[in-house]
C-alpha cells in the first residue's frame, strides 16, 4: 500500500487573515484619513489649488558606494487648475543617479482607487529656463479630479556616498509637513561625521527616530512662486547641504589661509614649465612687448592650437572621444595638440609662466549657484575655477577653454564673485570684474516695408556679441541646420505669432572670435491694425510683442540680472504708396543716471520711409543684483522704457493708389 500524503487543512478564516497580512505587506500606501478625504480647503495657503499634505524623504547612506533617497508625496487637490498642473509629474535625475520603483495612484472623494499602470512611466526631456535640457522620469496620474489626494513614490539613487547632498524643502504646491528621515555612513575606519549646514529655514536640532535615522521637519511650507529676474534658487528656497567633514575649529580666515596654501602646494605640479612650453610661449608672443598684448597672443595660441574633443561643437564622436588618452600636464597638451577645456586652461597657465608672468589657479564660486560669500568657511562653494595672472599690482582672470569666451571676459556666471588665490605665504581672495554693457550687445538691423494691408515685411540682421554670443552659440553649436532654423523661427513666433519666416541663415556659429550672425526674411500679416483710411503700427519692431519686464504689482525677492547688455537697434521702414505719417513726433529718451538708459531717434526721410534708431544699455554701474526695496524703482524705470518702445504711429491714407 502506498503510503499516503499528508494534507494540510487551514481554517477559511485563518486563510483570509494570512491573505490579509500578505496583502498588507505588499500595499505600499498609508491609511489615508477620512478628513483628509473630505477636506474642502487648504490650510497653508488659502488661494491654493493644490495641497501636499505630507512631502516624507528616507536618506539612506549606509553603504559607501550608493546614497538612496526614497520619496513619499501625497496631496490634495482642490480645483480644475490643480488638477491640471499637478496630474503630470516630472523626477528629474542628472549623472550618475536614477529613479526607480515608481509608484501613483489616484484617490477620489467616494474612495474610488485609480492606480498608475507600470508602463505609463516613460523617459523624456524637458526644458528648465535658459533652454537647458535636462532628463526625467514622466507619468500621468489617471483619474484626477478636484476634491481626489495623488500620492506617488519613488526610489532615487546614487552612485556615491552622500556627500554634498541637497535636501529641498520646497514645492510649487504648499506642503503641510516636510520630513527628512536620515540615516549617516558609520565606520571605525572613516572618521568623519555627517554635518549639516542649513539655508534659509529655522536651523532645528535633529530628532533621533529608529534604525538609525534622524530626521528634520518643515510645517506649512508656501510654495514656491518663481519671479522674473530672481536669484538663484538656492538663494531664496529653503534647503539643507549635508556632508561628511571634520569638525571645524578654525575661524573662516583661518580656514582660507590654510586651504590656499595647500592647494598652492598641490597646483604647482600642474602648472609645470619645461623647454617646449618655453619655446611655444616666446614663438606665440613674437615680437610683442606689452604684457596685456602677450597673453592675448598666448590666448590666441590655446585657442587654436588646441582640441577640445569634449565640446560638442568639435564633432567628435563618442567612439573618437573614448580613444582619447589623459594628458599628464601641460607639455602632454601641448604635444598631443588635444586636451579638455581644463587641459587648456593649464596650458595657457604655464605658457603664461613660460613668458614671466606670476599664475594661480583660482578657486571661485558660480553666482548661477549661490552668492558665495568667504565668512563661510567651506571649500564646496567654490566650484569652479580660472587662471589668474598677474599683471603689474592686478590680477587678470581667464578661462581659454570655454570656446566662446572673449579674452578678457569670464563666464557671467564667475563675473563680481570671490576668487581665491593661492599662495604659499599670504592667498587671498581678490573680486573678478564685472563686464560692461558694450561688451554684451545686440546689433539688429532691419529694412522693412509696410503694405496697405497692414502686413511688414522685409529683411533681418542681428549680431551677438559677448554674453549674448555665448549662450546663442552654445544653444546652436550642437544642433542641426534644420534645428537651427526651428528655433530661430520659434522664437520669432513667441512674440509675432503670425509671423512667416524664411531664408534663416547663421553664421560664425562655432567660430571663438567673431560675432553670431542671423539673417532671415520675415513677412507679419496684420502687423499694423487698418482702420477705415489709417494704419496704426509700432515702429520699434524688433520690441513688438515683448512682454513688461516687470508686469507684477509686489515683489518677494531681490531683482537679479545675469550681466549688463546693450542693444542697438537701426530700423528702415517704408510706408505704402498714398499714406503719410499722421504724428510724427518720437518717444524721446528716457534714463535713470548710468543704471539704465533709452534713446529712441525718428526721422522721416522722402515722406515714405521712417529711419528708427534705439539704443538701450543696462547696467552701467557694473550692479546686477538689487534687493527687494528697489523694485518699484527698477519697474517704473522699466515700465517708462515700455511705454515708449510701445509707442505707436499713425499712417493716414491721403491719396487712394493707381490701380
Known sequence: MAKPRRTCLVSAPLLLLCIACTAQAADPWRPINPEDLALKTPSVEKDADAEALFWEVRLDDAQTDQTVLKHYLRMKIFTARGVESQSRIDLPYGPRQKIVDIVARTVKPDGTVVELKRDAVFERTIIKAGKIKIQAKSFVVPGVEAGAIIEYQWREERDSLGQYVRLEFQRDIPVRTVKYFIKPFVNSLFPYPMTFSVFHMPNTPLEKEKNGFSSFTLNNVPAFKEEPYMPPESEVRPWILVYYAEPIQEKPNQYWANFGKRIHELDKSELKVNNDLKRAAAEAIGTVTDPEQKLAKLFEFVRTSITNPYDDASGYSDEEIAKVKDNNSPADTLKRGIGSSRDIDLLFGALAIAAGFEVRIARLSDRSDIFFEPSFGNSYFLSTYDIAVKVGTQWRFFNPGHRYLPFGMLGWWEEGVPALIPDSKEPTFVGTPQSLPEQSMQKRTAKLRLLEDGTLEGDVHIEYTGHFAVEEKELHDDLTAAEQEADIIETIKDRLSTAQVSAITLENVKDPVKPLSVRYHIEVPQYAQRTGRRLFFQPGFFEQGEPQTFSNATRKYPIYFHYPWSKEDDIT???????????????????????????????????????????????????????????????????????????????????????
Open 573 to 659: 521702414l517704408e510706408f505704402p504708396q498714398g499714406f503719410e505719417l499722421e504724428n510724427p513726433q518720437g518717444p524721446g529718451i528716457a534714463r535713470a543716471g548710468e543704471t539704465a538708459n533709452l534713446e529712441i531717434r525718428m526721422s522721416l526721410v522722402g515722406g515714405r520711409t521712417l529711419q528708427y534708431a534705439r539704443k538701450f544699455s543696462f547696467g552701467g554701474t557694473r550692479t546686477v543684483l538689487f534687493p527687494a526695496t528697489e523694485y518699484n524703482n527698477l519697474k517704473q524705470i522699466f515700465d517708462a522704457f515700455y511705454q515708449r518702445d510701445t509707442l505707436a504711429l499713425t499712417l493716414r491714407e491721403t491719396s487712394a493708389p493707381a490701380r
